[in-house]
């Protein structure tokens, strides 16, 4: 079994563990920022279509499915780490996950599902963002929000602005929405 913990917070699961392997990289999304990310979004996020594109721990992704999400896809390049999320999400009985082992950057590269949220937290040494954030907006519905997680912030695509904003630590977290048609133009 897997010594690193970090309990759900909210939703169906509230006060679960789930557990996940040390593994390089891996920083699970701390439960203040947890807990603010899903206040931003609504405690109830049922019908919506989640993308965990980094999953890591599972955290964000459980976290969503816990509060009654339609569907959250999981994707996660480690194999050692996809079985930690698969014996996570048998042990909650979560139903509407699914669990992807793959690179980021091809997944959403071949992916064609639209989704309402998507969760954006690479490695922070890495410059997976950059590469992803592009190809995450064309994969968000219209009315569809991009979190992202990260040490420094990127530049916002196109038709993108910041819906919220915040720091902790090392660690800024902001939620991305749709501009709105009118006001890019101008």
């Known amino acids: 079994m897997y010594r690193n913990k970090v309990r759900i917070i909210g939703g169906e699961w509230k006060r679960r563990q789930i557990t996940f392997p040390d593994h390089q990289g891996l920083r699970p999304t701390p439960d203040r920022v947890r807990e603010t990310l899903f206040n931003w979004l609504g405690q109830d996020l049922t019908g919506l279509r989640c993308l965990d594109l980094f999953a890591g721990s599972g955290a964000l992704g459980l976290e969503a499915a816990s509060r009654m999400a339609a569907h959250v896809s999981m994707v996660e390049l480690s194999r050692e780490v996809v079985q930690a999320i698969q014996l996570n999400v048998r042990h909650l009985g979560a139903c509407n996950v699914e669990v992807i082992q793959s ?39 219209s009315s569809g929000l991009i979190y992202i997680e990260c040490a420094v912030l990127p530049d916002l695509p196109v ?18 929405e749709q501009s709105n048609s009118e006001e890019s133009m101008a």
């Open 103 to 141: 690179d980021a950057v091809r997944y959403i590269t071949h992916c064609f599902d639209r989704f309402d949220v998507i969760f954006l937290d690479p490695p922070f040494k890495s410059d997976l963002l950059k590469a992803v954030l592009p190809l995450a907006t064309k994969r968000a519905n």
């Open 159 to 176: 038709g993108w602005q910041v819906r919220r904003q915040s720091k902790a630590g090392l660690v800024n977290y902001v939620l991305l």
